[in-house]
């Protein structure tokens, strides 16, 4: 078939008035294709109209793609059952033709910024060989988007808590800020809405207006629009992690650092630049940070339990003994747990990224050996010494046979001394003590034995002289 070039050869070719033979020699066509082009006197490259064989089961086509789900194997069986006669593969060309369950592909876009107008922040699952076991991690990346230059780092898991540590990082890391950070509509950072619509979390908004920048999200479904960050995870995966095993998770981001250097220094040959020569010339547009950066961490609020630790997420650290029961304020950086009573710092750990149920601890935290923390009788026999001292031999030989501290019982025998008078109680108590009785029911029947006569008299009753008469 003639191209739309040739056809318009011809014609210009035969309104100069050469012969049809002529031209066919010129253009090494046949005779037959210049007469028909001639005489449809157009450039236009005509339609071929040809049967298809799917076409009168078209609407069928339809029904059964709804009915089976979009598989087009089912259909095939379907129509085939109900009488077409045709090749899957004529089916499924058929379908692409008409635009039957694939829409076209829509053209990527294109974008083009400033010099220090946004950068691109984005995570991406992997696996990197860490402590010589193959464990899940999130690679978080930032990227400039005049200058491409990238920070990345791993993490076990990524919370609001590990995004502003990673952004913090890398902001350290560039010296400078953009002016906007483009997501794609983490929940990280999300609190509703997506796209121009997105409302961030008032946290990550205080953080990033604290450092100089504010989040933005693309349209769901715009991956384009991130381009810059999306494209490099490939080339981490594909470069940085391939064939790297890492001692710790503070190993695998320091080389993760070193590696950075290594690819902005590189010539680039799609930027026709080194990154870092792009760099410095973006350098003066971006914003500076502030002059003091705060550590981020986490607040939370612990009980030192009864071996003297704290717990943040499974992970227990020690802090002083003598803390045990108090309440402190414990911050979770990015590298260490410090404790605070008050506003004094009492305990600082390295911390543990992975939530293992390790025991972390600083040997000054525990008591000198040789020396016990004493333990202070219960307040019921404090209160109950102090009411009655003489009965100090009766209660320690209480709590001998009782079980545990014996707290029962002397919340018992202190209602005694609070209920009966002071001699029989002593009487009663002198005379169980004598006969090893600490059954406390019949301690309280002696005592009442003992009061008796002198508490209990019951008057008498005088005779109706009439009694006598009869």
Same mark, same amino acid.
């Given at each position: 078939?003639?191209?739309?070039?040739? &056809?318009?050869?011809?014609?210009?070719?035969?309104?100069?008035?050469?012969?049809?033979?002529?031209?066919?020699?010129?253009?090494?066509?046949?005779?037959?294709?210049?007469?028909?082009?001639?005489e449809? %006197?157009?450039?236009?490259?005509?339609?071929?109209?040809?049967?298809?064989?799917?076409?009168?089961?078209?609407?069928?086509?339809?029904?059964?793609?709804?009915?089976?789900? $979009?598989?087009?194997?089912?259909?095939?069986?379907?129509?085939? /059952?109900? %009488?077409?006669?045709?090749?899957?593969?004529?089916?499924?060309?058929?379908?692409?033709?008409?635009?039957?369950?694939?829409?076209?592909?829509?053209?990527?876009?294109?974008?083009?910024?400033?010099?220090?107008?946004?950068m +691109?922040?984005?995570?991406?699952?992997?696996?990197?060989?860490i402590?010589?076991?193959?464990?899940?991690?999130?690679?978080?990346?930032?990227?400039?988007?005049?200058?491409?230059?990238?920070?990345? +780092?791993?993490?076990?898991?990524?919370?609001?808590?590990?995004?502003k540590?990673?952004?913090?990082?890398?902001?350290?890391?560039?010296?400078?800020?953009?002016?906007?950070?483009?997501?794609?509509?983490?929940?990280?950072?999300?609190?509703?809405? @997506?796209?121009?619509?997105?409302?961030?979390?008032?946290?990550?908004?205080?953080?990033?207006?604290?450092?100089?920048?504010?989040?933005?999200?693309?349209?769901?479904?715009?991956?384009?629009? @991130?381009?810059?960050?999306?494209?490099?995870?490939?080339?981490? +995966?594909?470069?940085?992690?391939?064939?790297?095993?890492?001692d710790?998770?503070?190993?695998?981001?320091?080389?993760?650092?070193?590696?950075?250097?290594?690819?902005?220094?590189?010539?680039?040959?799609?930027?026709h630049?080194?990154?870092?020569?792009?760099?410095?010339?973006?350098?003066?547009?971006l914003?500076p940070?502030?002059?003091?950066?705060?550590? /981020?961490?986490?607040?939370?609020?612990?009980?030192?339990?009864?071996?003297?630790?704290?717990?943040?997420?499974?992970?227990?650290?020690?802090?002083?003994?003598?803390?045990?029961?108090?309440?402190?304020?414990?911050?979770e950086?990015?590298?260490?747990?410090?404790?605070?009573?008050?506003?004094? #710092?009492?305990?600082?750990?390295?911390?543990?990224?992975?939530?293992?149920?390790?025991?972390?601890?600083?040997?000054?935290?525990?008591?000198? &050996?040789?020396?016990?923390?004493? @333990?202070?009788?219960?307040p019921?026999?404090?209160?109950?010494?102090?009411?009655?001292?003489?009965?100090?031999?009766?209660?320690?030989?209480?709590?001998?046979?009782?079980? $545990?501290? $014996?707290?029962?019982?002397? &919340?018992?025998?202190?209602?005694?001394v609070?209920?009966?008078?002071?001699?029989?109680?002593?009487?009663?108590? +002198?005379?169980?003590?004598?006969? $090893? #009785?600490?059954?406390?029911?019949?301690?309280?029947?002696?005592?009442?034995?003992?009061?008796?006569?002198?508490?209990?008299?019951?008057?008498?009753?005088?005779?109706?002289?009439?009694?006598?008469?009869?």
């Amino acid at each position: 078939m003639l191209d739309q070039g040739q &056809r318009q050869a011809i014609l210009e070719l035969h309104k100069e008035g050469n012969s049809v033979h002529a031209i066919a020699d010129a253009l090494g066509v046949s005779r037959d294709a210049v007469d028909d082009v001639i005489e449809s %006197g157009s450039a236009e490259v005509p339609h071929l109209v040809r049967a298809e064989l799917a076409g009168p089961h078209h609407e069928e086509i339809l029904a059964q793609y709804a009915a089976c789900k $979009g598989n087009l194997v089912r259909v095939y069986e379907e129509i085939v /059952v109900r %009488g077409a006669k045709l090749s899957y593969q004529a089916l499924t060309a058929y379908c692409r033709r008409h635009g039957i369950g694939k829409k076209p592909q829509a053209p990527a876009g294109h974008y083009d910024f400033k010099p220090g107008e946004e950068m +691109q922040h984005d995570t991406s699952p992997d696996h990197a060989i860490i402590g010589g076991v193959s464990k899940a991690v999130q690679i978080a990346s930032l990227v400039l988007c005049f200058s491409r230059m990238i920070f990345i +780092q791993l993490y076990a898991q990524f919370t609001r808590f590990e995004c502003k540590l990673f952004l913090t990082t890398a902001l350290r890391y560039f010296g400078r800020t953009a002016g906007c950070c483009m997501i794609d509509n983490t929940h990280v950072v999300v609190l509703c809405g @997506s796209g121009a619509d997105m409302v961030p979390v008032p946290e990550m908004a205080a953080f990033a207006e604290r450092l100089g920048f504010h989040f933005a999200a693309h349209r769901i479904g715009d991956a384009n629009r @991130s381009a810059r960050v999306e494209g490099h995870f490939d080339y981490v +995966q594909d470069n940085f992690l391939a064939g790297r095993k890492f001692d710790d998770w503070g190993h695998a981001n320091r080389e993760a650092v070193v590696w950075c250097d290594k690819v902005n220094a590189v010539y680039s040959r799609k930027l026709h630049a080194k990154r870092r020569d792009l760099f410095a010339t973006e350098l003066d547009c971006l914003k500076p940070l502030p002059i003091w950066i705060p550590e /981020v961490y986490m607040l939370l609020q612990r009980i030192v339990d009864l071996e003297g630790y704290v717990t943040i997420r499974t992970n227990r650290y020690s802090c002083p003994y003598r803390l045990i029961g108090r309440r402190l304020e414990v911050r979770e950086l990015g590298e260490h747990i410090e404790a605070y009573d008050g506003p004094r #710092l009492v305990a600082r750990h390295k911390r543990v990224l992975e939530p293992v149920g390790a025991r972390v601890t600083d040997p000054a935290h525990r008591p000198p &050996r040789g020396e016990r923390k004493k @333990s202070e009788p219960p307040p019921e026999e404090q209160e109950l010494l102090s009411a009655q001292p003489k009965l100090a031999s009766y209660v320690a030989a209480l709590k001998q046979r009782a079980s $545990g501290r $014996g707290t029962l019982g002397l &919340r018992r025998l202190l209602k005694l001394v609070r209920d009966y008078p002071e001699a029989p109680l002593l009487a009663a108590v +002198q005379r169980a003590e004598q006969f $090893g #009785l600490f059954d406390l029911d019949r301690l309280e029947r002696l005592v009442l034995r003992e009061i008796a006569t002198d508490y209990f008299v019951l008057p008498v009753e005088e005779k109706d002289p009439e009694d006598d008469d009869e």
